[in-house]
């Protein structure tokens, strides 16, 4: 574009293991190498770090987070990180300001209150379906019309924000980008290299559906010894989902390896991918798996599968919360390799059609218009 160069920063919680944490990196990498200005500021301390930033881009690590033993106690607390935040950005000079997930979209909303540049929020899950509680959804209602613009990562998320004036939406994509590093990930001992591989990958949440998972595969792990379900990822549903895996008699069968630095490698290694979330915004997760050329089983849940996706095309989508569904798919891939080659051919198109650099461009577009309306 021969517009000029902007200075943006780009505002999230945590660069810790998750999809719009992915996603921030991504579009940091996009803009710097289009000769952009980036600067990134965290709630966190730079030691809570998953993702790296590339050398180019500038941070501002706050360690401003904290549990709160309450929802009054929450708010306090980020009433402070306003404040905080606040300066932060005064001292970033954007020319834009750019938000990632609910919490901090608010946050950054009330911190940015009355400046001249536009100020961007990007919403990753859909409103109807998941929910930080009323305090803060009253929250969103109330600020997300003060925003520049709210951008979802799918029109399945947009649909949800409905309410909001036509002229305050727009959707742009989650670019699917796979980098394989150089390191590898030491797993379990528990992981055998001799059997077949499903993978699934994602926090250790209820959102993602692992218990639904684990229940599809229990029903048919004992008809393929030679197969093995590996679920990549952590979080607070660890132990419960390793009692549930071994009370379904999976010990064996079911390897949670923890959240892993280069999962590229092990998708490479996969013959599928399969994911039971209960909600999704544009699953980062499904989109890599694709990239790495596995067929991807996933229920069609609000919101964002469908949209990536394509049925008996590259993946297989059941309906949300269907167990027995989700088993029978599985089923179908493991005993049929001639569909499961004949999907993964298809698999790798989602780089071509979620490409980095057509996101940005997207963005850039966004921007720039936002930036001349300010100037108006």
């Avoid at 300066?87 to 997930?101: C, D």
């Avoid at 980008?177 to 990930?185: A, G, L, M, N």
């Avoid at 390897?255 to 013959?271: D, E, M, Y």
Wanted: glycine share 6%; hydrophobic share 40%.
């Amino acid at each position: 574009m021969n517009e000029d160069k902007l200075n943006i920063t780009l505002v999230i919680s945590t660069l810790s293991s998750g999809g719009a944490e992915r996603v921030l990196v991504l579009l940091a990498e996009g803009l710097i190498a289009q000769g952009h200005r980036v600067t990134v500021v965290t709630f966190s301390a730079q030691n809570s770090d998953f993702y790296q930033l590339p050398p180019e881009a500038s941070r501002l690590a706050l360690g401003i987070m904290s549990e709160s033993a309450n929802p009054i106690e929450g708010l306090i607390a980020n009433i402070q990180r306003i404040g905080s935040l606040k300066r932060a950005l005064k001292s970033t000079k954007p020319n834009v300001v750019i938000s990632f997930l609910r919490i901090t979209n608010i946050c950054t909303i009330l911190a940015c209150f009355g400046a001249k540049y536009p100020v961007i929020v990007t919403e990753h899950n859909d409103p109807q379906v998941f929910s930080y509680g009323k305090i803060w959804e009253t929250l969103r209602r109330w600020t997300y019309p003060q925003s520049s613009m709210v951008v979802s990562v799918s029109k399945g998320v947009d649909s949800s924000l409905k309410p909001l004036s036509a002229n305050k939406r727009a959707v742009i994509y989650n670019p699917i980008v796979i980098v394989e590093k150089t390191q590898s990930d030491r797993l379990p001992e528990s992981v055998d290299s001799s059997k077949n591989w499903i993978v699934s990958m994602g926090r250790l949440t209820e959102q993602k559906g692992f218990d639904l998972l684990l229940q599809a595969f229990g029903k048919i792990a004992p008809l393929f010894p030679d197969w093995q379900l590996l679920i990549l990822g952590k979080g607070e549903l660890r132990e419960e989902l390793e009692n549930q895996k071994n009370a379904l008699g999976l010990t064996n069968k079911v390897v949670f390896t923890g959240a892993l630095t280069n999962p590229v490698r092990v998708l490479k290694q996969a013959k599928f991918f399969v994911m039971a979330s209960r909600n999704e915004g544009f699953p980062m997760a499904h989109g890599e798996a694709l990239a790495c050329g596995l067929p991807v089983i996933a229920t069609d849940c609000p919101s964002g599968p469908r949209e990536m996706i394509r049925h008996e095309i590259d993946g297989i989508l059941i309906p949300n919360g269907d167990v027995s569904a989700l088993a029978t798919a599985m089923k179908s891939l493991i005993t049929d390799e001639q569909k499961r080659r004949r999907l993964a051919a298809k698999a790798p198109e989602v780089i071509q059609r979620f490409n980095l650099e057509r996101i940005v461009e997207e963005w850039e577009s966004l921007m720039y218009g936002l930036i001349k309306e300010k100037i108006q």
